[in-house]
């Protein structure tokens, strides 16, 4: 010893977070679910709210309302197929589709940079509005704030929305059952790889769009036909794989697919393979998973594929009453895998 203070010790090893948020407690993982657990649901959980959906439905005289918010950083905000206006407006709408409830009225706060072109603020104003006179709601309140030039993206909105829930519509995972099938409303991963493509520069020979989409029409026209729909999750942040995982051990049941009944388009399919990405966890923002009754899911897959012929739905496998609660997913040749939820971030500023 010569009488030095010791060296900081550095540790090289991979600690998940060190006691900070990284981007991997937004990625729609196994992170961000710990961490709405510890900080949030630890202490807002009531009876109107569990974290088990998006929108909160709430009483009101012999009615119901279902509530619910989000916000958007999508980066870059203009995007092949869509922009950050009208994915905000169709990520709100979806969240109440999600609960059953018809969307009514949104809210939208603006945090914008210093030095963002008004130009483009009026662009992504008018795709709002285009979208949301498209899903039937109306921006009926709102907020905007200006922080100091290279403190934010550039433009972030968040968005907040009231629906109407029918009389009788209660879905959720608890009412799942054994037996019943898993149908998607078609092909998965346009968004997410929408995205990344513009991101990296990439110059594909097939374009690849957004799928961003208000989902209230597939809804209403599932319920209108009585359809016995038991619940619905959209598939954002974490793909198909994340939902499922949400829904298995939110219900208590096992869910198992097959891989080779997952639609999804060639032009995606060999963008992910170049950057090793899994369609099946790439962020989606207009493609739903719907558990609907067993002898009711070919006419639900008719419905669905009869309003978008060009993006058929499917029907991707069933709710299983076996004893561990997961998903599993049957492989193109045969082998079954359990399909599990990434543990953070793959696609940062998707949505």
């Known amino acids: 010893m010569n009488g030095k203070p010791a060296p900081a010790i550095a540790c090289p090893l991979p600690l998940p977070d060190q006691g900070h948020i990284t981007l991997a407690h937004g990625g729609g993982g196994t992170r961000m679910h710990d961490l709405l657990e510890r900080v949030f649901l630890k202490r807002f959980r009531n009876e109107l709210g569990d974290g088990q959906t998006d929108a909160a439905t709430i009483a009101v005289g012999e009615g119901r309302l279902a509530f619910t918010t989000d916000s958007f950083v999508v980066d870059p905000p203009f995007f092949p197929g869509g922009d950050i206006g009208s994915l905000a407006v169709h990520g709100t709408v979806n969240d109440l589709a999600m609960a059953g409830a018809e969307p009514r009225y949104l809210s939208a706060a603006f945090i914008l940079e210093e030095g963002f072109e008004l130009a483009r603020l009026e662009q992504v104003a008018d795709s709002m509005q285009a979208a949301a006179l498209a899903a039937g709601v109306q921006i009926v309140t709102g907020d905007t704030k200006v922080i100091e030039r290279q403190r934010g993206g550039g433009i972030y909105i968040n968005t907040a929305g009231i629906g109407v829930v029918r009389p009788g ?10 037996g019943d099938r898993v149908i998607i409303n078609g092909d998965l991963g346009r968004h ?41 999750r959209d598939l954002t942040r974490g793909g198909l794989a994340s939902a499922l995982n949400e829904l298995s051990a ?22 992910c393979e170049i950057l090793g990405f899994d369609p099946l966890h790439v962020a989606n923002e207009g493609r739903f998973a719907a ?36 998903v ?12 599990d939820m990434l543990s953070g971030e793959q696609l940062p500023r998707i949505c």
């Open 250 to 271: 939110s219900s208590g049941r096992a869910i198992h697919i097959a891989e080779d009944r997952v639609p999804v388009l060639p032009a995606v399919r060999g963008v």
């Open 192 to 232: 997410g790889m929408a995205i990344m493509t513009m991101r990296a520069g990439f110059d594909v020979d097939t374009p690849i769009e957004s799928d961003s989409a208000a989902l209230w029409p597939e809804v209403k026209a599932l319920l209108d036909a009585g359809i016995a729909v038991h619940c619905l």
């Open 291 to 326: 558990i609907v009754a067993p002898e009711d899911a070919a006419r639900a897959v008719a419905i669905l594929s009869a309003l978008h012929p060009d993006a058929p739905a499917a029907d991707i496998g069933a709710v299983t009453d076996a004893a561990e609660r997961r």
């Open 169 to 178: 519509v209660a879905l959720g995972p608890g009412a799942i059952q054994s």
């Open 328 to 339: 599993t997913l049957e492989s193109v040749i045969g082998v079954t895998r359990v399909l």
